[in-house]
């Protein structure tokens, strides 16, 4: 079946310092790429869909500056949380998807701002 | 926008018996309904979908109907077993975007 990496899974930096997450579809050619957040206890919460090629269209609340997102080809999208925060520190997951097919996910990046 | 209702949001039940999780959707042109488990610090896995196209898909112990008119989809696990336990999430797809439920933990007691 379709695979989604993610990587790191878990990452710990000081608050200021940038952080890159990467997400990769392994052996299909993802044309969408959603990146979520999620609480303890709750559910996903979309932050951001991805075309490749084209800028990611950011949901309401969701600050485009401090989450840049770049999806260079169609089987990498990168999550960049830019001058991290305590506040910042979460459970990223990223989502991939071919036309027309279901959605597959990552492992998760558990985030931790210190 | 599109609006998904989960319920129970946590359900205990013996191993051995059926478990069921209903959702209740809102945008009438959502037309996908996938579920996904999510294991404790893992991402969510899919694990059964259903098209509008379709009533009842069954995948060995796990099930999913779907009443288009009611805008129902449930979900249903039979002989449930102790690594069923994880949380379950519904979600209805419209034109790209996919809206969760907020999600049920499920205990199986064995």
């Known amino acids: 079946g379709a695979v989604v990496s993610q990587h790191p899974s878990w990452v710990i930096c000081k608050s200021g310092t940038s952080v890159k997450i990467e997400c990769r579809s392994l052996d299909f050619q993802a044309t969408t790429m959603f990146w979520y957040r999620q609480f303890p206890k709750q559910s996903l919460m979309l932050m951001a869909t991805s075309n490749e090629g084209s800028k990611a269209t950011y949901e309401q609340g969701v600050e485009k500056d401090k989450f840049l997102i770049n999806h260079a080809s169609l089987t990498l999208s990168t999550l960049t949380v830019t001058s991290a925060h305590p506040e910042d520190s979460s459970f990223y997951i990223c989502s991939a998807r071919a036309v027309g097919s279901p959605l597959h996910f990552g492992n998760g990046t558990r985030l931790t701002v210190t | 926008g599109e609006n998904v209702e989960q319920h129970p949001s946590t359900l205990s039940v013996q191993e051995g018996d059926s478990a069921v999780i209903k959702c209740t959707y809102s945008d009438s042109a959502s037309n996908y309904f996938p579920w996904y488990k999510q294991e404790l610090g893992k991402g969510p896995q899919l694990i059964i979908d259903?098209?509008?196209?379709?009533g009842e898909k069954k995948d060995q112990r796990i099930a999913v109907t779907l009443n288009k008119t009611a805008k129902h989809f449930s979900l249903h696990i039979t002989e449930t077993q102790p690594e069923d336990s994880a949380v379950y999430f519904c979600?209805?797809?419209?034109?790209?975007?996919?809206?969760f439920g907020i999600g049920t933990k499920l205990q199986v007691i064995p």
């Open positions: 259903i098209r509008s196209n379709v």
């Open positions: 979600a209805a797809r419209g034109y790209q975007k996919v809206t």
